[in-house]
């Protein structure tokens, strides 16, 4: 079943794997200035003057459009969880290979347990939208206190990481 | 007035709206941020120890376990991993410190008073 199933496919094979490109470059990129040229000088603003009412005002509206802006990186990254094990399953890749095994290891348990985070924070129960629907000012405060949090906290680890993954696929170091 | 004494003046009005910035009497409510620099060190010393301990293990697992390579119990990758955790954790503090404005006084920025409209969504009715 298998075996059929993959020689269906692997005609495809370069074509599924240039589907995979596209949605890591835009899962990778996609909100990047936002974050470092929009986000990140209105929230160190905030952080400075946390008592301006104005500086709140457009904190809350970035963080607001942030949300929202991260719409097209949670598109493509369960395209990436899709077209990469796909990938895997055609070319028939394993574990022996050092680079992959270090690479899924990655994706699966660095990548894949802050995505799930950043989709609650951004468009579940954490969106400053949805929060903001329930009139709540404590509430609305703290998820953007999470949020920022989650923001600072991981941005070194997806900038260092995001650069090994390239690194591994392209290279193929050991 | 000159160039040089309109942007003075500038600077001035600026540091006055800051300083009614800083009254409490204006400010909402806000809730106190909850973290600061000794929470980041401790938390990136932890997140540095690990994620690579999580990928060290993990590479022993599928590379040795798995595969029978014996490559992953050298001494060579159990030293990057120490050193890679070292500089991850050093960098990481320095980065967030940096992101959460807890380094420098921000003098290459100035808030600048001005009046705009935000555009926000309206909330659509759900359809049923």
Request: proline share 6%.
């Amino acid at each position: 079943m298998f075996d059929l199933l993959r020689e269906a496919l692997l005609p495809y094979y370069l074509y599924v794997k240039a589907i995979h490109l596209f949605f890591v470059a835009m899962w990778m990129w996609s909100t990047a200035a936002a974050y470092a040229y929009y986000l990140v000088p209105v929230f160190k603003a905030w952080r400075r003057n946390p008592r301006d009412p104005g500086v709140l005002a457009m904190r809350n509206w970035a963080i607001e459009r942030f949300d929202q802006g991260a719409t097209y990186e949670h598109i493509a990254f369960p395209a990436i969880l899709l077209t990469g094990p796909l990938l895997y399953f055609l070319a028939g890749w394993s574990t022996e290979s050092g680079w992959l095994a270090l690479k899924l290891l990655i994706v699966l348990g660095v990548f894949l347990p802050i995505e799930i985070l950043d989709y609650h924070l951004s468009h579940l129960g954490g969106s400053k939208r949805n929060v903001r629907r329930r009139n709540d000012p404590v509430a609305y405060e703290r998820a953007i206190h999470h949020h920022w949090l989650f923001l600072i906290l991981s941005s070194p680890v997806v900038m260092v990481f995001i650069l090994a993954v390239i690194a591994l696929a392209v290279i193929k170091p050991f | 007035m000159s160039p040089d004494q309109q942007s003075a003046a500038n600077r001035d009005e600026s540091k006055r709206d800051e300083a009614k910035c800083d009254d409490s009497e204006l400010a909402p409510e806000v809730l106190p941020y909850p973290w600061g620099p000794r929470d980041y060190r401790r938390f990136t010393v932890m997140l540095a120890v690990g994620i690579h301990l999580y990928l060290y293990l993990g590479m022993i697992v599928l590379v040795y376990l798995i595969n029978g390579a014996e490559w992953i119990l050298g001494w060579k990758p159990a030293v990057l991993a120490i050193l890679s955790a070292l500089v991850f954790s050093r960098l990481s503090f320095g980065w967030v410190m940096r992101l959460d404005a807890q380094y420098g006084r921000g003098s290459g920025w100035e808030l600048k008073p001005v009046t705009v409209k935000l555009p926000e969504e309206r909330d659509r009715p759900r359809k049923r």
